[in-house]
T-cell receptor, first 117, second 112 residues
C-alpha cells in the first residue's frame, strides 16, 4: 500500500522567504509527527498531531515555524522568513494509534530537503 | 529526560563479518527502544523495536538487538554483513507521548 509521502522533495529558498512543506500520512493513521534532521545528525522532534489536534509543539525552534493538520489527514509545516539555519531535511511520520502511543511504529516519509541561501 | 548515545559515528566491516552497532539510553521510565535504518535520500525504515517481553528482538534483514536493562544498552547486531547493509543506522527511545528521541546515528560501511 501507499506509504507516507512528502512534497516537495527538494526546496531551495532565499533567506527571508516563506516555505510550506506538505505531508500525506498513511490513510487511517491518527498520529502524525514532524522531525528536523540537520546534516550529519539524528532527527529531532518538532511537533505532534493526534487527528487535527496539535498535542505537542515543544520542538518547534521558533515562532517562525507553524504546523497544521486541519482535517486530520494532510499536514503542512510552514516556515516563515526562512534563515540559513533552517536548512535541513524535514521528515514526516505517521502511526496508527492503538492507545499505547509510545510503543507504536512510526512510518516515515522520504523527507523534504530544504536549502536556504 | 530521555537520551540516546550511539558509540561510533562510523563503523566499517568486511562483507561477511559481524556487525555490531552500539546504543546506550537514558530513561527514567521503562523505555521503548527502536532501531531505524536510513538509505541515502530516503526516509527511515524500522528494523526492530523493543516494547515489553523477550529482551532479544529479531528484526528485518537478519538484524537483532538485545535489551539489557542493567547496562542500559540496546546494541544492534548481524552475524554476517552484506554490501546492501551499508547505510545510516539510528537508535531511538520513545517517551510517553510517543515522540522519538534519536541518537546521532552510525554510518555503516561494508567493504568487499
Amino acid at each position: 500500500g501507499a506509504g507516507v509521502s512528502q512534497s516537495p522533495r527538494y526546496k531551495v529558498a532565499k533567506r527571508g522567504q516563506d516555505v510550506a512543506l506538505r505531508c500525506d500520512p498513511i490513510s487511517g493513521h491518527v498520529s502524525l509527527f514532524w522531525y528536523q534532521q540537520a546534516l550529519g545528525q539524528g532527527p529531532e522532534f518538532l511537533t505532534y498531531f493526534q487527528n487535527e489536534a496539535q498535542l505537542d509543539k515543544s520542538g518547534l525552534p521558533s515562532d517562525r515555524f507553524f504546523a497544521e493538520r486541519p482535517e486530520g489527514s494532510v499536514s503542512t509545516l510552514k516556515i516563515q522568513r526562512t534563515q540559513q539555519e533552517d536548512s535541513a531535511v524535514y521528515l514526516c511520520a505517521s502511526s496508527y494509534k492503538t492507545g499505547r502511543g509510545a510503543q507504536e511504529t512510526q512510518y516515515f516519509g522520504p523527507g523534504t530537503r530544504l536549502l536556504v541561501l | 529526560a530521555q537520551s540516546v548515545t550511539q558509540l561510533g559515528s562510523h563503523v566499517s566491516v568486511s562483507e561477511g563479518a559481524l556487525v555490531l552497532l552500539r546504543c546506550n539510553y537514558s530513561s527514567s521510565v521503562p523505555p521503548y527502544l527502536f532501531w531505524y535504518v536510513q538509505y541515502p535520500n530516503q526516509g527511515l525504515q524500522l528494523l526492530l523495536k523493543y516494547t515489553t517481553g523477550a529482551t532479544l528482538v529479531k528484526g528485518i534483514n537478519g538484524f537483532e538487538a538485545e535489551f539489557k536493562k542493567s547496562e542500559t544498552s540496546f546494541h544492534l547486531t548481524k552475524p554476517s554483513a552484506h554490501m546492501s547493509d551499508a547505510a545510516e543506522y539510528f537508535c531511538a527511545v520513545s517517551n510517553q507521548g510517543g515522540k522519538l528521541i534519536f541518537g546521532q546515528g552510525t554510518e555503516l560501511s561494508v567493504k568487499p
